[in-house]
């Protein structure tokens, strides 16, 4: 058999175009279902970091007064929220501060309690027009830290929240015995 005769026969032979056209295709579809996890685990990250910073500030509210024990509970109920996903204090930092409005509508921080190493900042100033003078908000930031299933491709992914809520009760939730100073 002639080397020409030989090309034009392997030329007309399709017996190995499927398994070439899959080989081809397959690094593409599994980068597509990895990048499909990674979009499905931020948003599942984003709604629970979101659901606990509502959950403290809401079970901040409902009380008269807070303790330091009663507050690191409502953060065991945010860790609730987050589960299945890591809520320890290398994960989540949680800050909450009761800000009262003073007689002449300027914020005054009357206490605060931090928990977790990476807890963000409250911007008191922004609790302006949220409650009457003479009245406080509960403000709660939180930040989450969210580790990556693609972990060497995006790394770690911090998520910043913040959430208010009214006092039900009293007009001045007090912590570990005093609501603060609110000229």
Not at 35 to 46: P, R
């Amino acid at each position: 058999m002639s080397p020409t005769r030989s090309f034009r026969r392997l030329g007309r032979d399709r017996s190995g175009v499927a398994a070439l056209e899959f080989a081809l295709i397959l690094p593409v579809m599994a980068l597509m279902l990895m990048g499909m996890i990674e979009v499905f685990s931020l948003i599942q990250a984003y709604g629970k970091a979101l659901s606990a910073a509502q959950t403290v500030s809401d079970l901040t509210s409902r009380a008269e007064s807070q303790t330091t024990a009663s507050m690191d509970a409502v953060v065991t109920g945010a860790q609730a929220v987050l589960y299945p996903l890591p809520g320890d204090a290398s994960k989540l930092g949680v800050r909450v501060a009761s800000v009262g409005i003073s007689s002449a509508g300027q914020p005054v921080l009357l206490w605060s309690y931090s928990w977790g190493g990476s807890a963000p900042s409250i911007d008191i100033a922004k609790a302006v027009g949220l409650a009457p003078n003479g009245q406080s908000v509960i403000m709660v930031a939180s930040r989450y830290v969210h580790e990556s299933p693609l972990q060497y491709v995006l790394g770690d992914v911090a998520m910043n929240y913040s959430a208010v809520s009214r006092p039900r009760v009293v007009r001045l939730i007090s912590y570990n015995g005093s609501t603060g100073t609110l000229p």
